[in-house]
């Protein structure tokens, strides 16, 4: 990723954190925290990482967050308006990736316990 990409993915982040604790019912009023964004060269799209790890209502989230998509572009263009000619296309997937090392995890200890 370029230079320009990962400042832009940067301020998308801290951008995105802000709405997402001003707007909490659009991410179905659970914590939500950004773990990543990844922006396309022509920083017309961006795929945005969601842990979910503490949220019980996982599947609300999600749906929230697409019912609210455009809502969610319109703020993110107030806040980035004079930085870019264009906002880019939002796409909001789960982060599983703590929930992957948790997993690898048990199955680590569960090894020890039977060498042991």
């Known amino acids: 990723m370029g230079l320009r990409q990962e400042k ?3 301020q998308l982040q801290k951008d995105l ?26 920083l017309s799209y961006a795929k945005i990482y969601l842990s979910l790890f503490t949220s019980p209502k996982k599947a609300a989230v999600m749906e929230a967050l697409e019912t609210y998509a455009k809502e969610i572009r319109m703020e993110v263009a107030k806040k980035i ?4 000619k264009k906002v880019p296309e939002l796409r909001f997937f789960e982060d599983e990736s703590q929930e992957y090392a948790e997993k690898i995890e048990k199955l680590f200890d569960g090894l020890n316990k039977k060498d042991e």
């Not at 954190?17 to 964004?37: A, L, P, R």
Request: charged share 20%.
């Open 17 to 42: 954190g802000e709405i997402f604790i001003y707007h909490k019912d659009w991410v179905g009023g659970q914590f939500v925290t950004i773990s990543s964004v990844v922006i396309s060269p022509d």
């Open 8 to 10: 832009f993915a940067r």
């Open 81 to 84: 308006r004079n930085q870019v």
